[in-house]
């Protein structure tokens, strides 16, 4: 019930072998609106949120930082997902 009163909240994150793509959620995952487009490279994403304090930045280990601002955030089930994200996103394009 929560998942479809809240759908508009979540983000899909879509990595291709180009570029990293954050889409808005519709019910049942399906993607709607595109909220960001990077090119994949170093430094487009960054896991955590580093400049914060030690409770905020254990609260926030599953966020993804986008180059533009754009932020996702994954839930603690979820980290090892987030850090593979990151990783790929990081990639250069093509690999």
């Not at 994403?45 to 926030?60: D, H, K, Q, V, Y």
Request: with cysteine.
């Amino acid at each position: 019930m929560l998942s479809v009163l809240g759908f508009y909240f979540h983000r899909i994150v879509l990595v291709t072998d180009e570029n990293v793509y954050v889409f808005r959620d519709w019910p049942f995952h399906i993607p709607g609106k595109v909220l960001m487009k990077h090119q994949r490279g170093p430094g487009v994403a960054e896991l955590g949120a580093p400049t914060a304090s030690s409770f905020m930045r254990c609260i926030r280990r599953g966020q993804l930082s986008f180059q533009d601002g754009t932020i996702v955030y994954h839930g603690f089930i979820f980290i090892r997902r987030a850090q593979y994200i990151a990783q790929e996103a990081n990639l250069p394009p093509g690999q």
